[in-house]
């Protein structure tokens, strides 16, 4: 009988593990800005966009009126007119004016963010992201696939690779930045409104590309500073015995535990995050539990094994220590 | 003046004597029969097969791209898996790009110059034929991997270290030689169309009145020259990674994943230009025909797109404005990219100005082209956008840039290659295609393509990458994407109705009018349907529209009135005509069916294909085989021994039959290759000097290098051996055999001396090509230059069997100017060579 029934629901489970899933965590758009460079891009954006409609609709219109049969042809003195104007003054005058305007924003989005500004660093690997906080003396605090950010201060990003080129994009709060092995490039942003962001890898990097999401939690200074103090902890939750015994600690840090590996995220509070697999899903008990157990299916060309072969009890119990890593 | 153009005959020959002129000029043009068909290299079959090879490879990416339409139509889909949507994105960006967009420019301009020149053929027609076969072979490889899940999957711009270290499997391989091998093929096919613009237009088109079409293709054909040998370095440093572990973009031992990044775009910024301006060339010859006046602007024009191809080198590095550059390179390279829209701009204006200026006739080409100037303005303007780096920070490698090149290359390219299809199928095929399906298509094309496309641009900016398999719901992203599916959908159901009026049973349709179109350039004076001989006396030309200009051409050129009305000898001839006035120069005698460029082809794609499986002996053995079937194929022939030494070719012009040096097309030629060649091997210094700039210490200070000594030799033996090869040619000229064998001979010897002195630099000290990015450059620049002293060896001892046999003689010496001129070249790569292994470190220290 029991057996019956679960059947149906074997079946939403395989179906599901079929079918890609990508959370929708945070919001994402570079025309919604949430930060001081995405503003001035999307400003940009605008003025473009209009003077580009204008443009396009007076040159169609010419073209138009050009094939149309009543209007008397134009004088070769005419045509020149039309090519010198339009083809050359023109254009070169309103690119001049762009160029001078665009550029003068090039120094201010460019600029690092001032000397004992919050310093992060942002490593990329396939296809998830290393996240450091910088500490003054050295001392870093580590998570993954998650950023949190005080709303109103600059902050400067620290950007590297592990293994191939990665892009760094949270597009409300400013442009991108790649990261590229054997290289550190930099990017400064500056959240002024707090929320949930979304940021995404932007250069193709094989291929879970589309899975390698990051979210960004923006929030009032001494909220943001509770949760620091709290990922400063050390992992509190019982039951890491199950978690060891399984040989997880080969790749995955919690600190607090014997479990020290650097191949992969660092778990210590993972909990406490959005989500797991680089946005894939929900950090929940369920949401581990399924993550466990079809890794590959969930993130095709992922390097962590699936662990499948778990008896379901064991599986519940690795996911809720997890869970209660917070 | 004192050499006034000639009229044509005064008086008609005889009736009897046109026909059996007619008669021997079928016979000798006719293409082969039977299974031999396969053998021909006339332009008017392969130009036919090329064109049709290249659109079927563009419905096959279109069918990769429903696919990826269809995988996104929502969000969390499975229709493909995501390594499947890998391979799909990858290989339709790629075939489109290297089976499509440029095969397609060279298959129409080898299909319509000759009759826009008024030439029988291009001058080496079975080139062209190789060009064709090259093509086909590589493409058949390249996209029938993805049946066998084995395509590549590292996008079309294929960035290390994801392909180099990051994804096993043939997949990276079958790309990098695959493309490798077309894009030889494809500058094969540019050597072409350059020489033949040079130096086949008919008497008369001088510099100022060749048609508009002709000059965008040579734009375009000079560009391939310079931009396809970036790429071809850089696979070739990237293929040596893969294989042999150089590690020239692996960071761990010294390699820098960006210098790939710069080579890769050197070539494809240009590549963009080089899909629109001769796909525009074809709206510029539709433009006037409507418009029933002469284009607007033609110098305008002229220096218009020759500005474009310039500028077009000037840009790459917006495709990199988020890898870290300084401010200073993305302020320079922001206002070279926004400059590139004016001389864009220019050529639009110039062909309003036209529509403006005449009584415009409605037609299907005509609503294509206007159709295709609506689309392609827009991307233009969305090109400003990006340009503009503050812009691009959010814009760059999101659906807003798929969205953006898609307006470009559909605007710039597809529209006006199916406007030309309307307006020049006639003359391929002899019937007119139906009008009611051709509109029908347009607005299905239309209006599905803004559906797909226009919403992309939003999609990007909602924070959509490019290159993703799936995108989370609830995102701002399902309608859009939903919209762009469906508009796909009615985009490739228009592409079905156009092809479906191609291949359409047209038996009952009558035959086109001559001239359907009422056109002025030369190529509507063919017969309906056309004849193999191209055209059936060469006119002389004394306007930019003969048709409408010049009175009773049509009756002069099919009564033979003109140059070349017979073909007596019963072999294949054209006129060569000067660069820059069109005077006639040289009767050349062109060569016929063969299947040697077939043969060619299949054992040099033979390298390239057993390579890409490692299986080294059978690579070795295709190469060895490859080299013997060009050896053949240039023995048999080129260069033979003219049975006459001059021809009256009509008119009372009296042309020689033989020419060498730079009068021959030939030498031209090889100049040409050379350029590309010498281009290539910049690149690779290039690299070198990059490194010097990425690193503090760069060469190595703790690297011996290759030291001075064996280079300085080399340098010495090699400057030797060219100056021997100079004095060959000299003593040849004045028949003193002797010492032209013992020059040639002991150059040989010195060659051979010079190559292991140059190996032996790096050798002796020790350097290991698999510890660091240095020692693999100095390795690869010694490599490269010792390829070069081996084919000018093998070259050298052609030229000694040539005389010894007698084919070669002091007189009959086109051969050995050809050589000299490679050995010029070798010569500034061998001492370029030297000089920056030995030299360079030197000064650097």
Same mark, same amino acid.
């Given at each position: 009988?029991?057996?019956?029934?679960?059947q149906?629901?074997l079946?939403?489970?395989?179906?599901?593990a079929?079918?890609?899933?990508?959370?929708p965590?945070g919001?994402?758009?570079?025309?919604?800005?949430?930060g001081?460079?995405?503003?001035?891009?999307?400003?940009?954006?605008?003025?473009?966009?209009?003077?580009?409609?204008?443009?396009?609709?007076v040159?169609?219109?010419?073209?138009?009126?050009?094939?149309?049969?009543?209007?008397?042809?134009?004088?070769?003195?005419?045509?020149s007119?039309l090519?010198?104007?339009?083809?050359?003054?023109?254009?070169?005058?309103?690119?001049?004016?762009?160029l001078?305007?665009s550029?003068?924003?090039?120094?201010?989005?460019l600029?690092?963010?001032?000397?004992?500004?919050?310093?992060?660093?942002?490593?990329?690997?396939?296809?998830?992201?290393?996240?450091?906080?910088?500490?003054?003396?050295?001392?870093?605090?580590?998570?993954?696939n998650?950023l949190?950010?005080?709303?109103?201060?600059?902050?400067?990003l620290q950007?590297?690779?592990?293994?191939?080129?990665?892009s760094?994009?949270?597009?409300?709060?400013?442009?991108?930045?790649?990261?590229?092995?054997?290289?550190?490039?930099?990017?400064?942003l500056?959240?002024?409104?707090?929320?949930?962001?979304r940021?995404?890898?932007?250069?193709?990097?094989?291929?879970?590309?589309?899975?390698m999401?990051?979210?960004?939690?923006?929030?009032?200074?001494?909220?943001w500073?509770?949760?620091?103090?709290?990922?400063?902890q050390?992992?509190?939750?019982?039951?890491?015995?199950?978690?060891?015994?399984?040989g997880?600690?080969a790749c995955?840090?919690?600190?607090?535990?014997?479990?020290?590996?650097?191949?992969?995220?660092?778990?210590?509070?993972?909990?406490?995050?959005?989500?797991?697999g680089?946005?894939?899903?929900?950090?929940?008990?369920?949401g581990?539990?399924?993550?466990?157990?079809?890794?590959?299916?969930?993130?095709?060309?992922?390097l962590?094994?699936?662990?499948?072969?778990?008896?379901?009890?064991?599986l519940?119990?690795?996911?809720?220590?997890?869970?209660?890593?917070? | 003046?004192i050499?006034?153009?000639?009229?044509?005959?005064?008086?008609?020959p005889?009736?009897e004597?046109?026909?059996?002129q007619?008669?021997?000029?079928?016979?000798?043009?006719?293409?082969?029969?039977?299974?031999?068909?396969?053998?021909?290299?006339?332009?008017?079959?392969?130009?036919?097969?090329?064109?049709?090879?290249?659109?079927?490879?563009?419905?096959?990416?279109?069918?990769?791209?429903?696919?990826?339409?269809?995988?996104?139509a929502?969000?969390?889909?499975?229709?493909?898996?995501?390594?499947?949507?890998?391979?799909?994105?990858?290989?339709?960006?790629?075939?489109?790009?290297?089976?499509?967009?440029?095969?397609?420019?060279?298959?129409?301009?080898?299909?319509?110059?000759?009759?826009?020149?008024?030439?029988?053929?291009?001058p080496f027609?079975?080139?062209?034929?190789?060009?064709?076969?090259?093509?086909?072979?590589?493409?058949?490889f390249?996209s029938?991997?993805?049946?066998?899940?084995?395509?590549?999957?590292?996008?079309?711009?294929?960035?290390?270290?994801?392909?180099?270290?990051?994804?096993?499997?043939?997949?990276?391989?079958?790309?990098?030689?695959?493309?490798s091998?077309?894009?030889?093929?494809?500058?094969?096919?540019?050597?072409?169309?350059?020489?033949g613009?040079?130096?086949?237009?008919?008497?008369?088109?001088?510099?100022?009145?060749?048609?508009?079409?002709?000059w965008?293709?040579?734009?375009?054909?000079?560009?391939?020259?310079?931009?396809?040998?970036?790429?071809?370095?850089?696979?070739?440093?990237?293929?040596?990674?893969?294989?042999?572990d150089?590690?020239?973009?692996d960071?761990?031992?010294?390699?820098?994943?960006?210098?790939?990044?710069?080579?890769?775009?050197?070539?494809?910024?240009?590549?963009?230009?080089?899909?629109?301006l001769?796909?525009?060339?074809?709206?510029?010859?539709?433009?006037?025909?409507?418009?029933?006046?002469?284009?607007?602007?033609?110098?305008?024009?002229?220096?218009?797109?020759?500005?474009?191809g310039?500028?077009?080198?000037?840009?790459?590095?917006?495709?990199?404005?988020?890898t870290?550059?300084?401010?200073?390179?993305?302020?320079l390279?922001?206002?070279?990219?926004?400059?590139?829209?004016?001389?864009?701009?220019?050529?639009?204006?110039?062909?309003?100005?036209?529509?403006?200026?005449?009584?415009?006739k409605?037609?299907?080409?005509? %609503?294509?082209?206007?159709?295709?100037?609506?689309?392609?303005?827009l991307?233009?303007?969305?090109?400003?956008?990006?340009?503009?780096?503050?812009f691009?920070?959010?814009?760059?490698?999101?659906?807003?840039?798929?969205?953006?090149?898609?307006?470009?290359?559909?605007?710039?390219?597809i529209?006006?290659?199916?406007?030309?299809?309307?307006?020049?199928?006639?003359?391929?095929?002899?019937?007119?295609?139906?009008?009611?399906?051709?509109?029908?298509?347009f607005?299905?094309?239309?209006v599905g393509?803004?559906?797909?496309?226009?919403?992309?641009?939003?999609?990007?900016l909602?924070?959509m990458?490019?290159?993703v398999?799936?995108?989370?719901?609830?995102?701002?992203?399902?309608?859009?994407?939903?919209?762009?599916?469906?508009?796909?959908?009615?985009?490739?159901?228009?592409?079905?109705?156009?092809?479906?009026?191609?291949?359409?049973?047209?038996k009952?349709?009558?035959?086109?009018?001559?001239?359907?179109?009422?056109?002025g350039t030369?190529?509507?004076?063919q017969?309906?349907?056309?004849?193999?001989?191209?055209?059936?006396?060469?006119?002389?030309?004394?306007?930019?529209?003969?048709?409408?200009?010049?009175?009773?051409?049509?009756?002069?050129?099919?009564?033979g009135?003109?140059?070349?009305p017979?073909?007596?000898?019963?072999?294949?001839?054209?006129?060569?005509?000067?660069?820059?006035?069109?005077?006639?120069?040289?009767?050349?005698?062109l060569?016929?069916?063969?299947?040697?460029?077939?043969?060619?082809?299949l054992?040099?794609?033979?390298?390239?294909i057993?390579?890409?499986?490692?299986?080294?002996?059978?690579a070795?053995?295709?190469?060895?085989?490859?080299?013997?079937v060009?050896?053949?194929?240039?023995?048999?022939?080129?260069?033979?021994?003219?049975?006459?030494?001059?021809?009256?070719?009509?008119?009372?012009?009296?042309?020689p039959?033989?020419?060498?040096?730079?009068?021959s097309?030939?030498?031209?030629?090889?100049?040409?290759?050379?350029?590309?060649?010498?281009?290539?091997?910049?690149?690779?210094?290039?690299?070198?000097?990059?490194?010097?700039t990425?690193?503090?210490?760069f060469p190595?200070?703790?690297?011996?290098?290759p030291?001075? $000594?064996?280079?300085?030799?080399?340098?010495?033996?090699?400057?030797?051996?060219?100056? %021997?090869?100079?004095?060959?040619?000299?003593?040849?000229?004045?028949d003193?055999?002797?010492?032209?064998?013992?020059?040639?001979g002991?150059?040989?010897l010195f060659?051979?001396?010079?190559?292991?002195?140059l190996?032996?630099?790096?050798?002796?000290?020790?350097?290991?090509?698999?510890?660091?990015?240095?020692?693999? %450059?100095?390795?690869?620049?010694?490599?490269w230059t010792?390829?070069?002293?081996?084919?000018?060896?093998?070259?050298?001892?052609?030229?000694l069997?040539?005389?010894?046999?007698?084919?070669?003689?002091?007189?009959?010496?086109?051969? $050995?100017?050809?050589v000299?001129?490679?050995?010029h070249?070798?010569?500034?790569?061998a001492a370029?060579?030297?000089?920056v292994?030995?030299?360079?470190?030197?000064?650097?220290?």
């Amino acid at each position: 009988m029991s057996t019956k029934s679960a059947q149906p629901h074997l079946l939403t489970c395989a179906r599901f593990a079929l079918a890609f899933a990508v959370l929708p965590l945070g919001k994402g758009s570079t025309l919604e800005p949430a930060g001081l460079a995405a503003d001035r891009v999307a400003t940009l954006f605008w003025v473009l966009t209009i003077g580009a409609t204008v443009i396009w609709l007076v040159v169609v219109g010419l073209a138009l009126y050009a094939v149309s049969a009543s209007r008397r042809p134009q004088s070769p003195r005419g045509s020149s007119l039309l090519i010198v104007g339009g083809g050359v003054i023109f254009p070169t005058v309103v690119l001049a004016g762009l160029l001078v305007w665009s550029l003068s924003m090039l120094p201010g989005l460019l600029a690092p963010a001032p000397a004992g500004s919050l310093e992060v660093r942002v490593t990329g690997y396939q296809w998830w992201w290393r996240v450091e906080y910088l500490g003054a003396e050295g001392a870093t605090i580590e998570l993954a696939n998650e950023l949190h950010l005080p709303v109103g201060e600059p902050v400067e990003l620290q950007l590297e690779s592990h293994d191939v080129i990665h892009s760094f994009w949270v597009p409300a709060l400013g442009g991108k930045m790649d990261m590229i092995p054997g290289r550190r490039t930099r990017l400064r942003l500056e959240p002024t409104q707090v929320g949930v962001y979304r940021g995404v890898c932007a250069e193709y990097c094989g291929t879970s590309h589309a899975l390698m999401s990051l979210v960004v939690v923006v929030e009032e200074r001494q909220a943001w500073e509770r949760w620091l103090a709290a990922q400063a902890q050390p992992a509190t939750s019982p039951g890491e015995a199950l978690f060891l015994e399984q040989g997880c600690g080969a790749c995955h840090t919690i600190r607090g535990t014997a479990a020290d590996g650097a191949l992969g995220p660092d778990l210590t509070h993972v909990g406490s995050r959005a989500s797991v697999g680089a946005g894939v899903i929900e950090a929940d008990v369920p949401g581990l539990e399924q993550w466990l157990a079809k890794t590959a299916h969930l993130k095709p060309g992922v390097l962590m094994p699936s662990f499948g072969m778990l008896p379901p009890p064991e599986l519940t119990a690795l996911a809720q220590y997890l869970a209660g890593l917070r | 003046m004192i050499d006034a153009d000639p009229t044509p005959l005064a008086e008609a020959p005889p009736l009897e004597l046109q026909r059996a002129q007619a008669e021997r000029l079928r016979r000798v043009w006719a293409a082969p029969t039977g299974w031999r068909y396969w053998s021909a290299v006339n332009n008017t079959q392969v130009g036919l097969w090329y064109i049709a090879v290249a659109f079927i490879f563009f419905l096959f990416a279109g069918v990769l791209a429903l696919l990826m339409r269809i995988q996104l139509a929502r969000p969390g889909n499975d229709f493909l898996s995501a390594e499947l949507y890998n391979q799909t994105f990858t290989v339709h960006g790629s075939v489109m790009m290297f089976l499509f967009a440029i095969p397609i420019f060279e298959a129409i301009a080898v299909t319509l110059m000759p009759q826009m020149l008024g030439a029988r053929d291009l001058p080496f027609p079975r080139l062209a034929a190789f060009g064709f076969w090259c093509f086909l072979i590589g493409g058949l490889f390249l996209s029938g991997a993805i049946f066998f899940d084995a395509a590549p999957r590292g996008g079309w711009f294929m960035y290390p270290p994801l392909t180099s270290r990051y994804q096993p499997g043939i997949g990276a391989d079958i790309w990098l030689l695959g493309f490798s091998f077309i894009e030889v093929a494809a500058i094969a096919s540019a050597v072409e169309l350059i020489v033949g613009a040079l130096k086949c237009r008919p008497p008369g088109m001088r510099i100022n009145l060749i048609p508009l079409y002709v000059w965008y293709t040579m734009v375009g054909a000079v560009m391939i020259v310079f931009a396809f040998p970036p790429l071809i370095a850089g696979s070739m440093l990237l293929e040596i990674e893969r294989a042999f572990d150089w590690p020239f973009f692996d960071a761990t031992r010294g390699g820098d994943p960006l210098l790939w990044q710069h080579l890769f775009w050197l070539f494809g910024h240009p590549e963009v230009y080089i899909i629109f301006l001769p796909s525009i060339a074809l709206v510029a010859m539709i433009v006037p025909t409507f418009a029933r006046v002469p284009l607007r602007g033609y110098t305008w024009v002229v220096l218009a797109a020759i500005g474009t191809g310039f500028l077009s080198f000037g840009l790459w590095v917006h495709h990199m404005y988020t890898t870290g550059l300084p401010g200073i390179s993305l302020g320079l390279f922001s206002a070279a990219s926004t400059a590139v829209a004016i001389p864009t701009g220019v050529q639009f204006f110039c062909f309003i100005a036209t529509l403006w200026a005449g009584r415009v006739k409605r037609s299907v080409p005509m %609503l294509w082209v206007i159709g295709g100037l609506a689309v392609f303005v827009l991307g233009g303007l969305t090109g400003v956008m990006v340009a503009l780096a503050p812009f691009d920070f959010q814009a760059h490698d999101t659906h807003f840039v798929v969205g953006h090149f898609h307006f470009v290359l559909i605007g710039g390219a597809i529209f006006p290659i199916i406007a030309g299809l309307y307006y020049f199928y006639p003359l391929v095929a002899g019937k007119l295609l139906s009008q009611k399906l051709g509109t029908v298509a347009f607005w299905l094309v239309f209006v599905g393509f803004n559906i797909t496309f226009m919403p992309m641009h939003l999609s990007g900016l909602r924070g959509m990458p490019r290159r993703v398999f799936t995108y989370p719901p609830e995102s701002g992203l399902d309608a859009l994407n939903l919209a762009s599916t469906i508009g796909a959908f009615i985009l490739a159901a228009g592409i079905a109705v156009v092809l479906w009026d191609v291949v359409r049973p047209k038996k009952a349709q009558r035959v086109a009018p001559r001239d359907p179109w009422g056109a002025g350039t030369l190529e509507w004076v063919q017969e309906m349907p056309g004849e193999d001989w191209g055209i059936r006396s060469i006119p002389e030309i004394d306007s930019r529209y003969p048709l409408w200009d010049q009175p009773h051409l049509l009756r002069d050129i099919d009564e033979g009135r003109f140059y070349l009305p017979d073909a007596q000898e019963g072999l294949r001839e054209t006129l060569v005509t000067s660069v820059i006035d069109a005077k006639p120069l040289q009767c050349l005698r062109l060569p016929g069916p063969s299947y040697l460029p077939l043969a060619a082809a299949l054992t040099l794609g033979g390298f390239f294909i057993f390579g890409t499986f490692h299986l080294w002996a059978l690579a070795t053995g295709s190469l060895v085989a490859s080299t013997g079937v060009i050896c053949v194929w240039l023995w048999t022939g080129t260069a033979a021994k003219p049975t006459q030494a001059t021809k009256d070719v009509g008119l009372g012009v009296v042309l020689p039959i033989d020419a060498a040096g730079p009068a021959s097309v030939g030498w031209w030629a090889v100049f040409v290759t050379m350029l590309a060649d010498v281009t290539a091997f910049i690149c690779l210094v290039f690299g070198y000097f990059f490194f010097w700039t990425v690193h503090d210490d760069f060469p190595p200070s703790s690297s011996p290098g290759p030291g001075v $000594l064996w280079p300085t030799v080399a340098a010495a033996l090699l400057s030797a051996s060219w100056l %021997l090869t100079l004095l060959a040619r000299r003593w040849n000229g004045r028949d003193r055999a002797g010492a032209f064998y013992g020059a040639l001979g002991v150059a040989v010897l010195f060659e051979v001396a010079g190559s292991a002195a140059l190996l032996a630099g790096p050798w002796s000290s020790g350097l290991q090509p698999t510890t660091h990015v240095y020692p693999a %450059l100095v390795w690869l620049l010694v490599g490269w230059t010792v390829l070069h002293v081996a084919v000018g060896v093998v070259m050298q001892l052609y030229c000694l069997l040539r005389r010894a046999r007698g084919v070669l003689t002091a007189g009959h010496d086109l051969d $050995l100017h050809n050589v000299v001129l490679y050995w010029h070249f070798t010569f500034f790569t061998a001492a370029t060579t030297t000089a920056v292994i030995a030299g360079f470190p030197l000064v650097a220290r």
